[in-house]
C-alpha cells in the first residue's frame, strides 16, 4: 500500500520562503510522475509542479514558475518543493501525488495522493 506524507506547511508573511516535503512509503517499483497540486477555498484543484522521473523534466505551473521547485531524492523515497517568493494567492492545501503510469500521451495517471499540508501566506 502506497502512502505519501507531506510536511513542511505553515503560515508565512508574502515574499517568505517554505520548503513542502512529501515522503513515500510502500513503494516498491518507481512511480513515473510524482507531482504536487493545490487546492485554495472555493477554486478548483490546480496543478503546482509535475516530474516525469523517467524523462527527466519537471513541468510547472504558469503561476508559481521561477519561484517554485520541484526536486526528488529516490535514496529517501522523497520528493520536495521548494517555494520562494510567496504570495497570499499562494495560500491553499498542498497535496502530493504519485503516479505509476502514463493515461495517455504525457497525462500522468494520479492513483496515491496524501492528505495534505497547509500553507498560509498573509500579505
Known amino acids: 500500500q502506497v502512502q505519501l506524507v507531506e510536511s513542511g506547511g505553515g503560515s508565512v508573511q508574502a515574499g517568505g520562503s517554505l520548503r513542502l516535503s512529501c515522503a513515500a512509503s510502500?513503494?516498491?517499483?518507481?512511480?513515473?510522475?510524482m507531482g504536487w497540486f493545490r487546492r485554495a477555498p472555493g477554486k478548483e484543484r490546480e496543478a503546482v509542479a509535475t516530474i516525469y522521473t523517467g524523462f527527466g523534466r519537471t513541468d510547472y505551473a504558469d503561476s508559481v514558475k521561477g519561484r517554485f521547485t520541484a526536486s526528488q531524492d529516490n535514496a529517501r523515497n522523497t520528493v520536495y518543493l521548494q517555494m520562494n517568493s510567496l504570495k497570499p494567492e499562494d495560500t491553499a492545501m498542498y497535496y502530493c501525488?504519485?503516479?505509476?503510469?502514463?493515461?495517455?500521451?504525457?497525462?500522468?495517471?494520479?492513483?496515491?495522493w496524501g492528505q495534505g499540508t497547509q500553507v498560509t501566506v498573509s500579505s
Open positions: 501525488a504519485a503516479a505509476p503510469q502514463l493515461r495517455s500521451g504525457d497525462t500522468c495517471d494520479w492513483n496515491y
Open positions: 510502500g513503494v516498491r517499483y518507481s512511480m513515473i510522475c
